[in-house]
């Protein structure tokens, strides 16, 4: 298929606010791709790449600027084979042919399409799609149940896959889809309640576990192979070894775990968060021991768990890594449920997290059976320009420009960004040499005092509220924001709306 129908279908379906319409022009796109091209197509409309990102920034594209093609001819094979090209030619003295490469594209490209190579190539693609979106579109177009389809997606990770099995494969193939010990599954996320009585009313009886403030890591062991996955189902096995070794020694063969990971000091209190995230780094050191502790099984020895209820599952934790559960205690009582969640916060934790003791491990979902409650509120937003600060912080990026989620587009794009305000508070000096660093590697333009960035840095804000605001976009701006950490196991297209940070003013 030529690259030109996918960029033109993006198009059609950002500037729709139709979900059906959407679904209709994705599905009738997908139909008419040859097998090979699905998980590609997929990948770009999702703004997901398969290859993720390949290292190439704005100046470099600036720099691969050429004649736009009268005549369309680049296939979706010609992209992702450019795409693919790309990221094997990487190290030092591979600039010239890279920037060949680049050059080839663009010039076989046309108008429409150099600008969509452009937004892939920098992140910075919004195509209106969301994956809820492409999901349904998937089951319209191969004809299966979009439980289904969806089911699979998450249990392999992987909606490009999924989509081909759909299209091209038996809907036995389809439903077989389990999961494989070694292939992360997206985890299962949790609503919020504002009190822990108030969580287990919609829960029932409950587990009601300590929320450690760390890293959520997801441990698959095969006989002696371990590896460890992010929340983003990244693979970070080799930066955690002392969790691998740990796991390699639980009475098991086969087991895959969900938990969280954190760093202690010598008394057993929780280190900041920061530190925690500073061993997932590209230039990690070692300072700090993670330890892990687990809330949840998977599989066990050939067995998927998925389907028990949580009830099993705990039992069958409590087997295999009795030393390393993470605290809690099961209860029908609020009193109960409460005292476990002051325990939790006067230990340093950051709260609870109740569960409904019969519910299954729903992969990729935010739903009520699983209920988290913190007493100080906190939203993701995403970092879209950062002011060179003075005084004592003159040379360094300060200033946040930060901005909501607005995927519907009611106040610009679908899936972009709404500004929603500014902070300098709460960043430490080593977050300072970070964010001056990370913000001009990711730099796409510069004014008088600001570098404006690719919006794909997640930072957790605290606030105390929002109030009307006439200079900002989204009619609001955030009272009180402080940084409380950078979360780099989130995707931007993760972080909270424009949508629920205004509902906040009618509360
Ligand atoms: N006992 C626990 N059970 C489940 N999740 C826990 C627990 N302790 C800590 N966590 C962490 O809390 C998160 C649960 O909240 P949620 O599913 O909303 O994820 P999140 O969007 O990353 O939220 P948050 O920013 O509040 O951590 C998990 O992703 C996990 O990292």
């Not at 996955?229 to 087991?255: C, I, K, S, Y």
């Not at 739903?367 to 995403?382: A, C, E, F, I, R």
């Not at 005092?449 to 804000?461: D, F, N, R």
Request: aromatic share 4%; hydrophobic share 45%; with cysteine.
């Amino acid at each position: 298929m030529l690259l030109l129908e996918l960029v033109e279908t993006t198009k059609a379906v950002a500037s729709t606010r139709s979900r059906l319409a959407k679904v209709d022009a994705l599905a009738h796109l997908l139909r008419r791709l040859e097998p090979a091209e699905i998980p590609t197509a997929v990948g770009l409309l999702s703004a997901k790449p398969r290859q993720g990102r390949v290292g190439v920034g704005w100046s470099a594209v600036a720099a691969a600027k050429a004649d736009p093609a009268a005549e369309p001819r680049l296939t979706v094979s010609d992209f992702d084979t450019a795409l693919d090209r790309l990221l094997a030619t990487a190290g030092s003295g591979s600039g010239a042919e890279r920037a060949a490469i680049l050059r080839t594209l663009m010039a076989a490209a046309t108008e429409p399409e150099q600008s969509f190579i452009a937004g892939v190539l920098l992140g910075e693609l919004r195509t209106g799609a969301l994956e809820g979106v492409l999901t349904d579109a998937v089951a319209r177009a191969s004809d299966r149940p979009v439980d289904a389809v969806r089911r699979a997606a998450m249990l392999s990770g992987d909606l490009g896959g999924t989509a081909l099995l759909a299209l091209m494969g038996t809907a036995a193939e389809l439903d077989a889809v389990g999961l494989v010990v070694g292939r992360p599954v997206q985890p299962m996320l949790a609503a919020t309640a504002g009190s822990a009585g108030a969580a287990l009313e919609a829960t029932g009886e409950a587990s009601v576990e300590y929320k450690l403030d760390g890293a959520r890591i997801q441990v698959h062991r095969s006989g002696s192979d371990v590896r460890i996955f992010t929340r983003n189902l990244a693979d970070v096995t080799h930066r955690l070894p002392e969790v691998v070794d740990l796991v390699r020694g639980l009475p098991v063969q086969d087991v895959i775990l969900d938990g969280e990971t954190l760093a202690l000091d010598e008394e057993g209190a929780p280190r900041p968060f920061q530190e925690t995230m500073s061993r997932f780094g590209a230039d990690a050191v070692r300072e700090t021991l993670l330890h892990p502790w687990f809330f949840d099984v998977l599989h066990i020895d050939g067995r998927d768990l998925l389907d028990e209820p949580l009830a099993t599952r705990i039992d069958i934790l409590n087997r295999v890594a009795p030393a390393h559960r993470i605290p809690g205690e099961v209860t029908a009582d609020p009193a109960v449920a409460e005292r476990v969640s002051q325990d939790a916060l006067a230990a340093g934790h950051e709260g609870v997290v109740v569960k409904a003791i019969d519910s299954v491990y729903a992969a990729g979902r935010r739903g009520s059976n699983w209920v988290k409650v913190k007493p100080v509120h906190t939203y993701d937003l995403v970092v879209l320009a950062c002011e060179w600060g003075s005084g004592r912080r003159t040379g360094m990026l300060s200033n946040l420009h930060l901005g909501a989620l607005d995927p519907g587009g009611d106040f610009g794009e679908p899936g972009g960004y709404v500004m929603v305000g500014k902070t300098f508070k709460g960043l430490t000096d080593e977050l300072l040499r970070w964010q001056t660093a990370r913000f001009q590697e990711i730099e796409v333009r510069r004014t008088a005092g600001t570098v404006w960035v690719e919006p794909k840095t997640v930072v957790e804000i605290a606030i105390d509220g929002v109030q009307q605001s006439p200079r900002y976009p989204g009619g609001i701006a955030l009272r009180f924001a402080r940084v409380k950490r950078y979360r780099e196991d989130k995707a931007p297209a993760e972080a909270d709306t424009i949508q629920t940070l205004r509902s906040l003013l009618r509360s």
